[in-house]
C-alpha cells in the first residue's frame, strides 16, 4: 500500500506530492440529497469525532514545528500540504453535517483547543525537549504519524462500508485517498529514520 502509492518502491515522493495536493473536490455532490438518508446516532457522532480530529490538524502542525521536525526540509514540506488538505477534511465533513440537518457549532474547534490549551502547551514544550535530547524523536513523531493516518484511513473505509447514505459513502471514499497518501508520506519517512 504505502511504498506504491506515490514514490514507487523508494519510497514517498515529495516533489509529486506538493504538484498533485488540493482540497478534497466535492462539487459534483448534491448535498442537498444529504438528508435523504437519515445518520444514525453512532455516524454522527463518529463524524463529529472525525471532523474534530482533522480540524484539530493545525493546533498539532503549530506542535510539531515547535520540534526538531522542521529541520528536515521534506517534512515541512508536505507538513504545508497536508495541514491545508486537513482543514478541508474537516470543513467538508462540517458542510455534510449541515446538509443532513445536523448542528453543529461554528465555533466548536475553537472550544476544544480552548479547553485542551494548557495540555497543548505541555506537550509542545515536552516534545521540544526530548526532541533536544534525543536525535530519535523524528522518528518516533513520523511513526506515530503513520498508526494516525493509518487508523483514520482504515475508520474512513469502515464507515463508507457501513453507511447506507451514499453521498456520506462517497465523500468519504474521496477523503481516505487523501489519508492514504498521508499515510504513505510517514510510513516511508518513519521507515527510512527507522533505518
Not at 462500508?161 to 485517498?177: D, F, Q
Not at 504513505?184 to 518513519?190: E, T
Amino acid at each position: 500500500l504505502a511504498a506504491a502509492d506515490l514514490g514507487g518502491d523508494n519510497g514517498f515522493d515529495v516533489e509529486r506530492y506538493i504538484r498533485h495536493s488540493r482540497k478534497v473536490d466535492i462539487s459534483d455532490l448534491d448535498l442537498s440529497r444529504a438528508a435523504d438518508y437519515p445518520l444514525s446516532a453512532d455516524e454522527i457522532r463518529c463524524l463529529t469525532y472525525m471532523m474534530d480530529i482533522e480540524g484539530h490538524t493545525i493546533v498539532y502542525l503549530k506542535s510539531i514545528l515547535n520540534t526538531c521536525a522542521i529541520r528536515d526540509p521534506q517534512t515541512t514540506a508536505f507538513l504545508s500540504c497536508w495541514a491545508y488538505e486537513e482543514f478541508f477534511h474537516s470543513y467538508t465533513l462540517r458542510q455534510f453535517l449541515d446538509a443532513a440537518g445536523v448542528a453543529v457549532s461554528e465555533n466548536r474547534i475553537a472550544e476544544v483547543q480552548k479547553q485542551a490549551s494548557w495540555r497543548v502547551w505541555m506537550e509542545q514544550m515536552i516534545a521540544s525537549l526530548i526532541c533536544q535530547m534525543s536525535k530519535h524523536f523524528h522518528a518516533v513523531y513520523l511513526t506515530w504519524g503513520a498508526i494516525s493516518e493509518l487508523t483514520t484511513l482504515e475508520g474512513y473505509g469502515v464507515l463508507a462500508g457501513r453507511t447506507r447514505n451514499p453521498l456520506l459513502a462517497e465523500i468519504l471514499r474521496r477523503l481516505a485517498k487523501d489519508e492514504r497518501r498521508h499515510f504513505s508520506f510517514y510510513y516511508n519517512k518513519a521507515k527510512a529514520q527507522l533505518q
